[in-house]
């Protein structure tokens, strides 16, 4: 397993750990930008209160909830819709960069877990309309919902520009390896844009 990473099992017996949930929302549409350049699958992700660009999700208390009630009602908190999420949708867990196992740091170690749910179109609106009315930390922890571009303009912005902006703790690596699993976006198209995206912010 990669650094860090651990089973579902290993993570749960860790009771002594914060533990997190975020899941990607995503579909696909036939819509397309300008008329010509095909969007092909609708990424959701958020701009935090501390303008680091996330999932959404949260904190979790295992010995309350489980792993997957607690990604809900954090759902209902930051999108105004109590989209379900259930252990089919579970990708990995591992811990927080900044408290490795074997830190000697201060507060408990953090446990970050990963989901994906696929859903339709119409879902992703009416989520995005919640959000940015009924959802009760709007305007608070979460500033907004934004779709991720995965095309690339003519002038090579578009998915490298939005890889180069800031992401919280590993977001920005659990989004690029969904979208190549899920081959979302080609391994050619990732590799121009993470390279692009370097030298935007070099
Ligand atoms: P509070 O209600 O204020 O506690 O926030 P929250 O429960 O919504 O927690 P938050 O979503 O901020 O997630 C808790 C911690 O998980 C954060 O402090 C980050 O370290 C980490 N985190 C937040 N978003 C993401 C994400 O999209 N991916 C990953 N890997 N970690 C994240
Ligand atoms: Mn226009
Ligand atoms: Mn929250
Ligand atoms: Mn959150
Ligand atoms: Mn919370
Ligand atoms: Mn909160």
Redesign the pocket.
């Known amino acids: 397993m990669a650094s860090g990473q651990l089973s579902r099992e290993e993570a749960l017996e860790c009771s002594s750990s914060r533990h ?1 949930c ?1 899941v990607m929302l995503y579909s696909d549409t036939a819509s397309q930008l300008f008329g010509r350049t095909p969007i092909r699958h609708i990424v959701l ?1 958020q701009m ?1 209160f501390d303008g ?9 208390d295992p010995s309350e909830e489980t792993l997957e009630e607690g990604l809900t009602r ?1 759902l209902l ?2 999108l105004g819709v109590a989209v379900p999420v259930s252990v089919e949708d579970y990708v990995e867990s ?1 811990f ?1 960069p ?1 408290h490795p196992p074997t830190s000697s740091s201060s507060s408990s170690p ?1 446990i ?1 877990h ?1 989901y994906v749910k696929k859903i339709e179109e119409e879902q992703i609106r009416e989520i995005e309309k919640a959000a940015a009315s009924t959802a009760a ?1 709007h305007g608070l ?1 979460v500033l907004g919902m934004v779709r991720v571009p995965l095309y690339s303009t003519k002038s090579h912005a578009g998915f490298s520009c939005f890889l180069s902006h800031s ?5 920005r690596s ?1 989004l690029v390896d969904s979208l190549l699993r899920l081959h979302l976006v080609s391994p050619g198209e990732l590799r121009r844009a993470l390279r692009s995206s370097q030298r935007m912010n070099a």
């Open positions: 997190a975020h992700m935090r680091l660009l996330g999932f959404p999700g949260g904190l979790v954090e908190e930051e591992r927080a900044s953090l970050l990963f930390d922890e992401f919280i703790g590993n977001a659990q």
